[in-house]
């Protein structure tokens, strides 16, 4: 048989090797521990679960639901987004439930790229960006992202060449994997060089309600002028503890909201309601849970941020997201740097050239593994450099 290019032209895993390393060590009993996954490790609250389990005994949820979602969830969604950035969304037209975000992102490409248009892409950056414009035959030009601008584009380096070709571009604040923060003024330049050559914009923002520090990122849909050139993705994986339940939402322009809408009701039947339910009971319940696990995310975060800096690597605190992105000492390329983490140390953190090359020189640390791991993983670093130290 003969796969199509689409399927051939899908990078090789990076982290194979990784993986076959943690396998076998973990075979031969070792205590490996790893901080590489961004998955938050706390439950899901209880009253969602609750609501889950009571909606999934109603036989009115067995049944295919609506592609785009229940009009309860649309409106509930649209709520959150008033309360809590203070913007009215019409719920018939502005807003779509998705099967988890990552579903939504993936589509997108088809709505907007033909063979051969262009995609602007983060680097580095979440990889269904540009995996989805390669499975729809486009081209992605990748946005390096550099500590000394903050890990923002700068759109004034794409070549006006380019900008004019490009049909998408894709943002991500709180970002991951760098966890750099945008404020408003950095949409409105998105907004004005979107309307300037034409580009519609993505903005996916999971990480808006995982902040520290008292700080709260923005929506992308705050900027003035957003909703004629874009959407934003969002999800309660990361602010509910639901990664596995898949389900999230993409808001904002009716036109985009409307494409990405009629090509998914040709692929999929919709999230089962039951967990629609669930998710109405995430935004319509108590909040608590937020400010109590980002409570926990931040001791965890000052903790690998106090070890890092004290065996010499630089790392300013994170605003927010799930991960610590530091700088690897000179010396070592990232995936150098990871594979010696867990040959001496047992401990697996992701390189950073994992999410693309402007990612080399960096690891990321995600703050999702219990208290109790991070702390071991934390002292294994510190006395591993005091010893490399003396070994020097
Ligand atoms: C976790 C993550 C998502 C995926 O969220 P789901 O709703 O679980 O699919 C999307 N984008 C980024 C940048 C993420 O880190």
Redesign the pocket.
Known sequence: MKFAKRVEQLPPYLFVEISRKIAEKRAKGEDVITLAI?DPDIPTPQHIIDRLCDAARDPANHRYPETDGLPELRRAIADWYQARFNLSLDPEREVLPLI????G?GHMALCFIDPGDTALVPDPG?PVYSIGTMFAGGISYFLPLREDNGFLPDLDAVPPSVAHCARLLWI?YPN?PTAAVADLDFFERVVAFAKRYDIAVCH?G?YSEVAFDGYRPVSFLQAKGARDVGME?H?F??TYNM?GWRI?MAVGNEQMVNALMRVKSNLDSGIFQAVQQAAIAAFKGPQDCIEEHNAIYQRRRDLVVKTLNSIGMKVNPPKASLYVWAKIPTGYTSIEFCTQLLEELLVVVTPGNGYGPSGEGYIRISLTTPDDRIEEAMARMSRWRAAVGKRQ
């Open positions: 961004g988890g975000s990552k579903e992102i979440y991500n991951n996916d999971p993705f999800s994986s990361k990664t999230g």
